[in-house]
């Protein structure tokens, strides 16, 4: 299997050298007693046994490293514990090699992942099995991604993204970017540029300078494009650049003081946005191909934040309109909205979840600041986080994992972001080099 | 401190910060500030500038900064212009309409108590109810200009209401030329 496999995929990899392609589809067969269903209340994390990939030819470093990617991806999901290798009975000897399952369960190891990693000039190839070693048989067919050395880290994710989502049936996250606003010095002066890099904080490069104040960049829908705020023409305005290429080029926007909060329609076709004039703030939306506007909102009062749902057709948005900043829903093409929002507090910056079933937002009541999710009718309302200051939430690619930012207190206080999955488990601070905020969590990659 | 110090501490912070980075206060950075060097800031595109002069001087916008008050603060959340403002942006709109070859960039801003867009619309809201209430009084709107910096631009840096009160403001920045 996996030889005429190898053949389908040297195939692909020439035909797109820098796509990693799976080798052969990822036909996940019956679960049996290896799964996890993330609604339910994991307490214990699902111990795995994932000893270092073996060389398959050249890996050298590469075999440990990936390895190490993938551990880190599973554990970091708090849904996983990987059984340290001193603990192992025995080692399979070989990639593909008979599986000695009464050692595994002997340790009590649920899975077994085992790989291979091969270098031929900087071309990379990484094979893995899933085992349910107490089925006593493998969870789904063997897989092999390839493409080039330097993308090394997203082969450990897709790697760990094919285990995840065969455990788990939701699918995964790891291999994805995310878009964030790099900050530095002091907090009266403080220097900002959009940054891009990988879901786990690797692989940093930065998108603008900061010779513009710039704020709340958001991915499109395929991850190629990025849209923010700029003050780059004396006022905020709303920009656009290719990630390939970035040199942001300005959207245009309907007429008023400033223009802010850009999001792409799910196409990528569109763009909606808020207005300031006057003292008001409405929403647009401006067809990129066209350049023509249109308004969604006219209210008095502010609305902005908005937030398509999956399927495009709705938009959720906050609005002070009842007094102070509440959730709204309406059509895609405006009109009437409904208030969803009803408890104490304020709520703000919506974010509809990939999977359309939940809303995120930011919650402000009685001093402090929440990370929340609701259904889209309001009901079921829960608060995440708490902190001096949480906001902008984003979601992960498979809707199961929020990040945000997660200001301190203080003179010397800043921004950091932070991810914490639906249930309001697992909050874990998200590596980066300086002060961070607002996140945009792109798609998986392809 | 006095207020006149503490305005005087205040433009020394601005200019120091301006010339970091020039776009710091957008298109209304040459009104307001004075480079290490004691020369002029040097004007971007569209930017007007004004030299300060000195503060003994009634139509210098050092005066207009330090004598008459170049800001105003808000409740939270709100954007209401209290007795107090209307003292100080009655001062601003005589100030604006003896000196008519002024322009003024008007900024608002909110503390950090708040979202972050949010907070720039509700900078827009007090930099609009202040213009309002300058154009009410005279000063033709032509010669005036809303930017919002919503929470990004703090003066005051502690997190508790002693610094909030003098992050919610508007402030105005006087600038010589037309307005881009």
């Known amino acids: ?446 | 401190m006095n207020k006149f110090t503490l305005a005087l501490l205040l433009t020394a912070a601005l200019a120091t910060s301006a010339c970091t980075r020039p776009d710091r206060f957008g298109a209304g950075a040459g009104g307001a500030g004075m480079d290490p060097n004691g020369g002029p800031l040097t004007a971007g595109a569209g930017v007007g500038q004004a030299g300060l002069g000195g503060a003994n001087d009634p139509s210098s916008p050092a005066y207009f900064n330090q004598a008459i008050g170049d800001r105003v603060l808000f409740s939270v959340d709100q954007s209401t212009i209290s007795p107090e403002a209307q003292t100080v942006l009655d001062g601003q709109a005589q100030w604006l309409l003896t000196n008519a070859d002024y322009q003024a960039v008007i900024e608002g801003h909110a503390d950090e108590q708040g979202t972050r867009e949010y907070n720039l619309a509700l900078g827009e809201r007090r930099a609009n109810a202040v213009r309002e209430y300058l154009v009410s009084r005279g000063v033709p709107s032509a010669r005036l200009r809303t930017v919002s910096y919503g929470k990004e631009r703090p003066i005051a840096v502690c997190s508790d209401a002693s610094c909030y009160t003098q992050n919610r403001r508007a402030v105005t920045v006087i600038a010589a030329g037309s307005l881009s």
């Open chain 1, 1 to 446: 299997m996996l030889t005429r496999v190898f053949a389908i995929l040297s195939a692909a990899a020439l035909a797109v050298p820098m796509a990693l392609a799976p080798a052969a589809p990822a036909l996940a067969q019956d679960g049996g007693p290896l799964r996890i269903t993330i609604t339910d209340g994991v307490i214990e994390p699902l111990p795995f046994a994932l000893p270092s990939f073996f060389d398959g030819g050249g890996a050298g470093q590469y075999a440990s490293d990936i390895t190490q990617v993938v551990a880190e991806d599973l554990t970091g999901t708090g849904l996983f514990r990987r059984i340290g290798s001193e603990s192992f009975i025995s080692t399979p000897s070989g990639f593909g090699g008979q599986v000695s399952y009464a050692d595994w369960r002997a340790i009590n190891a649920q899975a077994l992942i085992t790989g291979s990693v091969a270098v031929n000039g900087n071309q990379l190839t990484v094979s893995f099995r899933l085992y349910d070693v107490f089925a006593g048989g493998e969870l789904g067919e063997g897989l092999q991604f390839s493409g080039t050395t330097d993308g090394w880290r997203r082969m450990g994710h897709k790697v760990a993204d094919a285990v995840y989502s065969r455990i788990t049936g939701e699918g995964g996250y790891f291999d994805s970017r995310v878009v964030f606003v790099a900050e530095s010095g002091p907090k009266d002066d403080r220097a900002r540029r959009i940054g891009i890099m990988d879901y786990d904080g690797a692989n940093v490069q930065y998108l603008t300078d900061s010779s513009s104040l710039v704020l709340a960049p958001r991915f499109s829908p395929t991850g190629d494009r990025v849209l923010y705020t700029s003050y780059a023409g004396g006022t905020a305005g709303v920009r656009m650049l290719n990630v390939a290429a970035p040199a942001g080029q300005a959207v245009p926007t309907a007429p008023g003081e400033m223009a802010f909060t850009p999001r792409f329609s799910q196409n990528g076709s569109q763009v909606i946005y808020s207005v300031a004039s006057g003292g008001n703030t409405d929403l647009y939306r401006t067809d990129l191909a066209t350049g023509s506007h249109s308004q969604l909102t006219n209210a008095p009062s502010i609305e902005t934040s908005p937030s398509f749902s999956p399927d495009g057709s709705q938009i959720v948005f906050e609005s002070d309109r009842s007094g102070q900043q509440q959730l709204y829903i309406m059509s895609a093409s405006g009109g009437e909205a409904r208030r969803i929002s009803f408890g104490d507090g304020r709520y703000g910056s919506p974010v509809w979840s990939p999977r359309g079933d939940l809303i995120a937002f930011t919650k402000q009541n009685a001093g402090r600041f929440h990370i929340g999710v609701m259904r889209t009718d309001g009901s079921e309302e829960r608060l995440l986080t708490s902190s001096f200051l949480d906001e902008s939430p984003t979601w992960a690619p498979n809707g199961r994992v929020l990040m945000f930012t997660r200001e301190t207190q203080g003179a010397q206080g800043g921004p950091s972001l932070y991810s914490v999955d639906v249930s309001g488990r697992n909050l874990q601070r998200v590596p980066t080099d300086g002060f961070a905020s607002d996140a945009s969590w792109g798609p998986l990659q392809q």
